[in-house]
């Protein structure tokens, strides 16, 4: 996605960074240049304010649920691949979700 504007910060950058922004994970440095971006792009400023209340929305909703450790692991090794750019196995994603929902829920029976 971009503007179609120049600016100093590309759009794709900041699209491609912007958990790590919301999630304060960058350099202050970065932040500020995020920061400038946003006051001069208002598509990017529109996909980080709809960003930020997903994640809001996702914390509040589960943000009290204890997440197990292999499954927080196999969470992040996806992600990883995915900001690698290796594709994810359809099959591995339908187990995982499998083994997020009860026996019933995977087959569609309830």
């Known amino acids: 996605m971009s503007c179609g504007e120049p600016h100093e910060t590309d759009c794709s950058e900041v699209l491609d960074h912007l958990y790590e922004f919301l999630?304060?994970?960058?350099?202050?440095?970065?932040?500020?240049?995020?920061?400038?971006?946003?006051?001069?792009?208002?598509?990017?400023?529109?996909?980080?304010?709809?960003?930020?209340a997903v994640k809001k929305l996702v914390k509040r909703c589960c943000g009290q649920d204890d997440v197990p450790?292999?499954?927080?692991?196999?969470?992040?090794?996806?992600?990883d691949l995915i900001r690698s750019g290796q594709t994810v196995p359809d099959e591995d994603v339908q187990t995982a979700s499998r083994a997020t929902v009860g026996p019933a829920e995977a087959s569609g029976h309830e």
């Open 69 to 79: 450790a292999d499954l927080r692991a196999k969470v992040m090794g996806r992600i």
């Open 23 to 52: 999630d304060r994970e960058m350099p202050d440095s970065d932040c500020t240049k995020f920061e400038v971006h946003f006051e001069e792009c208002s598509p990017c400023l529109e996909k980080y304010g709809l960003e930020q």
